[in-house]
């Protein structure tokens, strides 16, 4: 062992704490990573909290005033329900945040900036029972062999009784990674990534800008503090002004606490792309949110040339002053940039003031009058969509479930999906799906754009009113409105993936070159496909003012009429989600699309159209308002669905 590693592992050990009560009972482990802040498991405080979370309980450690206990109090934490005791609560909602009332003066830990690296030893420590009842300290030696889910990584050691919550410390970036988690046998153990901080939302983000800058304080590394030792590691060569050294990163970080909020992972992404000219390792498992894990996505070797990040930086402060000129945080940053700058060589400053925002974030932030049409395959616009396709052997229904962006260049890349075993239960689709959602829409949201979605499901479930769908969004709670006011929602259809799109591709283009788009009743439509086909005109838009749900009064009338449009190749339709009981005559959605299809200039208009109505009606009328259960059928057929199908294994 190293000196360097000796004294990194130290400021670790001195940073970690016993979780207890004020009995002086043990609960597990934890540790500082920002003033006054502890991080440690959820699944540590739960069984002791869980009835009264703001209940105070203790830290101790020995570097904390002597080993003395201190006060403190759980802030927050992932869990979404009550544990099961025999069961293990995932890695996504085992993490809490714990905060010391007036602690002393107490160390805290370098938390990684970057993607957790695999097959590289790790050190895990905190304070194990003892055989006579005491704790002590505890440190093991492990690999990271893999991952699970969002945030779980697997390690290849055994983790000791009452270590849960302490810290996981890569010792060749000298920083912490992760949070020790549960013993799985003998020889395996399940760690929490610490970019789940993330996840506890604007909270998450404060502790974090606390920790950058506090370890941007240059007394607290007067001696042999973090940034000192951390230096030494990098590969024994001198770190000269072209090398980012750890006091860079660790002023950078700190300046870039200060700036708002990237608007999802999509700006930092195309900052990424404009920095490095391609797509950074690691980009697919879980994309960088923040400033902060941006600037860690920068690394490719150590020393690292100081002007990629300044590059960076640079192009944060245009994206930020792009946003409001006056921001005082980015002339801040911006001014450092420039001084850092006067250190690299002359040749290569010029990656550094000769950049500029990419386009996808150039455009201007203004709210456009008219309504936003919905993207056409490679037009440089993204779209997410959902395939939800039902177990036919599933009673009640289970799907099957995939989601997938198209980053504006016509192809669909996969993000996640759930496409073997028992599926996902009707009732539970909504709460399943509302993570992988936010992911996918910080991905390929743009600044004032946000992309649109397009579910894809069999015509038996068009009644789901996935527009009333909300995804999870930790760092921005107030974006938890139904999908349908904040973006454009469609459904498509499922079976059309596998052909028969020529009727359908005939009424696309005859829709796009109507004189005027008319909204016609769809009663009798039934009589079957040609009659419809043949008196209809080419800006026909057919409405069904009654749901076609399967339970509906009636609703095998508009099932009928529904597979005959269908059949016919129309590819924009609407109907009413709500029954005739609810209180809304069947006519009302004809009236109100009559009205909405005369606003517009072109159909691709026609999805943000409603989603602009749902948002003001939202503010302005109660519940029950018509557009508020209206379900839009827009299938693009030059923007084709995934051929292959769900792989099929029955539970």
Not at 191 to 205: E, K, M, Q, Y
Not at 279 to 289: F, N, Y
Not at 483 to 496: A, F, K, T, Y
Request: proline share 9%.
């Amino acid at each position: 062992m190293t000196e360097v590693e000796t004294g990194l592992r130290s400021l670790v050990h001195e940073a970690t704490v016993r979780l207890r009560s004020a009995d002086g009972d043990v609960w597990g482990s934890g540790f500082f990573v920002a003033p006054g802040w502890v991080l440690t498991c959820a699944h540590v405080l739960s069984p002791h909290l869980w009835r009264d979370p703001g209940a105070p309980f203790q830290v101790q450690g020995d570097g904390l005033a002597g080993g003395r206990p201190c006060e403190a109090r759980l802030e927050a934490w992932l869990l979404e329900e009550k544990p099961d005791p025999h069961r293990l609560i995932p890695p996504e909602q085992d993490l809490a945040l714990v905060r010391v009332d007036d602690p002393p003066s107490h160390a805290a830990v370098w938390l990684s900036d970057r993607p957790p690296v695999f097959t590289r030893p790790v050190l895990v420590g905190g304070y194990a029972h003892g055989a006579d009842g005491r704790t002590e300290r505890w440190e093991g030696s492990f690999q990271l062999i893999g991952s699970t889910g969002r945030y779980g990584l697997h390690g290849d050691g055994a983790l000791a009784m009452g270590v849960s919550g302490g810290p996981v410390f890569d010792p060749a970036t000298g920083a912490v990674v992760g949070v020790a988690k549960a013993r799985r046998g003998d020889s395996a153990a399940l760690l929490v990534s610490t970019a789940a901080l993330h996840d506890l939302g604007p909270l998450g983000l404060r502790v974090l800008a606390d920790h950058d800058r506090w370890h941007a304080n240059p007394i607290l590394d007067a001696t042999d503090g973090w940034a000192t030792l951390q230096r030494q590691l990098v590969t024994g060569l001198a770190i000269t002004g072209d090398q980012w050294s750890p006091d860079d990163r660790h002023t950078a970080l700190a300046l870039l606490s200060a700036l708002p909020s990237p608007e999802g992972a999509r700006p930092v992404a195309d900052i990424l792309l404009a920095t490095l000219g391609d797509a950074p390792t690691g980009m697919a498992w879980l994309p960088p949110r923040t400033w902060r894990e941006g600037h860690g996505m920068l690394y490719g070797h150590d020393p690292t040339p100081a002007a990629v990040f300044l590059r960076y930086l640079r192009l944060v402060v245009l994206y930020t002053r792009h946003a409001n000129p006056q921001d005082a945080a980015a002339f801040r940053l911006d001014s450092w940039i420039r001084e850092r700058l006067t250190q690299v060589a002359p040749t290569l400053r010029a990656l550094v003031t000769d950049a500029s925002l990419p386009s996808s974030l150039a455009q201007p932030r203004t709210t456009p009058h008219t309504a936003t049409p919905f993207p056409a395959r490679g037009d440089g616009h993204p779209v997410v969509t959902v395939e939800l396709e039902p177990l036919h052997y599933a009673m009640p229904p289970r799907f099957y479930w995939r989601i997938a962006v198209d980053q504006g260049d016509g192809e669909l890349i996969t993000l996640e999906e759930e496409c073997v075993g028992g599926g996902v239960r009707e009732a539970d689709v909504v709460r399943r799906l509302a993570q992988p959602l936010a992911d996918a829409f910080s991905r390929a949201d743009l600044p004032g754009l946000p992309a649109p979605l397009e579910v894809a499901l069999p015509p038996d479930y068009f009644d789901l009113e996935v527009h009333l769908w909300r995804a999870h969004d930790a760092v921005h709670p107030a974006r938890s409105r139904p999908v349908g006011e904040q973006r454009s929602v469609v459904l498509r259809d499922l079976s059309r993936r596998s052909g028969r799109m020529v009727r359908v591709r005939e009424r696309w283009e005859a829709l796009h070159n109507a004189d005027s788009l008319t909204a016609v009743p769809a009663g009798g439509a039934g009589r079957g496909p040609d009659v419809w086909w043949q008196r209809t005109g080419p800006g026909s838009v057919p409405v069904f003012g009654r749901p076609a749900a399967r339970s509906a009064a009636g609703a095998e009338t508009v099932r009928q009429e529904l597979a005959a449009v269908l059949e016919a190749g129309f590819p924009v339709a609407l109907w009413n989600t709500r029954r005739r009981a609810e209180g809304r005559s069947d006519d009302e959605l004809v009236r109100g699309t009559v009205s909405l299809l005369g606003e517009i200039h072109t159909i691709r208009e026609l999805p943000d159209s409603i989603r602009r109505l749902r948002y003001h009606r939202a503010e302005t009328r109660p519940e029950g308002d018509w557009a508020q259960h209206m379900a839009l059928f827009f299938d693009d057929p030059h923007r084709p669905l995934p051929s292959e199908d769900f792989e099929r294994d029955a539970p």
